[in-house]
């Protein structure tokens, strides 16, 4: 069983930065997206950055120019860069690794959350 474990959140003063790193243990098979999803008290989960298997990201337009997201292959890690942080942007921050395979069919897996609080 593949498990997703985020790292990297905690309380950080407006205009700061923070990143968020999400290691996805044993073997991921066929096409992915990882994406990282967020959720404030009292609001819906949202979508916040992805990055496919083949490097194709997407950001939301709340946080274009200030987040980006990368990974690295070797160590199964995607990360999650955040910088001129708001107090908007507080909220439990969670990792979703999403894809399919034929051998294996379609799979998803969450991670625990970090929270993120930006405050002064």
């Known amino acids: 069983q593949v498990q997703v474990v985020e790292s990297g959140g905690g309380l950080m003063q407006p205009g700061g930065s923070l990143r968020l790193s999400c290691v996805a243990s044993?073997?991921?098979?066929?096409?992915?997206?990882m994406g990282w999803y967020r959720q404030a008290p009292g609001k819906q989960r949202e979508l916040v950055a992805s990055i496919t298997n083949t490097g194709g990201t997407n950001l939301a337009n709340s946080v274009k120019g200030r987040f980006t997201i990368s990974r690295d292959n070797a160590k199964n890690t995607v990360y999650l860069q955040m910088n001129s942080l708001k107090p908007e942007d507080t909220a439990v921050y969670y990792c979703?690794?999403?894809?399919?395979?034929?051998?294996?069919?379609?799979?998803?897996?969450w991670g625990q959350g970090t929270q993120v609080t930006v405050s002064s």
């Open positions: 979703n690794l999403n894809g399919y395979y034929n051998g294996l069919g379609a799979y998803d897996y």
């Open positions: 044993g073997s991921i098979f066929g096409a992915y997206v």
